[in-house]
């Protein structure tokens, strides 16, 4: 399927805020079977982005190693 290239993240830390190098992403919320509907957030020209069901806010950093910070939250196991 075409959304497993667009990277899914979830906050099962319970953080406040999670930094993303991406600015096209699914926030899931949590890992599933506890999982919100995934959504598509496209952040456009901003820096941040709040999802609108679990209200993690996510920080673009274009200089980021890797998907995220911390890594463990990005969901690599797609339904």
Do not use: Q, W
């Not at 999802?51 to 274009?62: L, P, W």
Request: charged letters at 20%; proline letters at 8%; one cysteine or more.
């Amino acid at each position: 399927m075409a959304d497993r290239l667009i990277p899914h993240f979830h906050n099962d830390l319970g953080l406040p805020s999670i930094t993303v190098g991406v600015k096209e992403f699914m926030c899931t919320g949590a890992k599933p079977p506890f999982d919100h509907p995934h959504i598509f957030i496209d952040m456009g020209s901003d820096v941040e982005a709040i999802c609108s069901y679990c209200s993690t806010r996510f920080v673009y950093d274009g200089g980021l190693n890797g998907s995220c910070s911390p890594a463990e939250c990005e969901l690599s196991d797609v339904a």
